[in-house]
């Protein structure tokens, strides 16, 4: 099964940008990313996990074999760091222009 590639992040559905952000975040210590640690990380089932792995192999934002590690594709790093970015940014408009505490930004962005 394989999909046309997502052009911008507004192709990627939210599920799916959680699931790049996870493999990001829990692949940038330099661990591989295993789907146990993906399941874990996103408080979902093993099934779940595989399904959505699925999805990000299809649309050419990861590679997988069974039992091997989820690596991001290029593609996939870029949405990934993309998200990241625009994460960051929301954190820092909400703390810097609407005053909202910094322990409260990152849930509300």
């Known amino acids: ?12 559905t939210p599920t799916i940008q959680s699931y790049l952000m996870a493999a990001h975040a829990l692949g940038s210590g330099g661990d591989p ?3 146990g640690a993906l399941a874990d990380r996103l408080g979902a089932s093993p099934s779940s996990v ?3 792995v699925r999805k990000l192999v299809a649309m050419g934002l990861a590679d997988h074999r069974p039992y091997a590690p989820v ?10 760091v993309a ?18 505490p910094w322990d409260e930004v990152h849930a509300e962005a």
Do not use: K, Q
């Open 83 to 100: 998200m990241v970015r625009r994460h960051r940014i929301i954190e820092t408009f909400l703390a810097r222009c609407l005053d909202y």
């Open 33 to 35: 990313v295993t789907s």
């Open 50 to 52: 595989t399904e959505g």
């Open 71 to 80: 690596e991001l594709t290029r593609a996939g790093r870029s949405f990934a």
């Open 1 to 12: 099964m394989t999909v046309d590639p997502p052009r911008g992040l507004a192709d990627l």
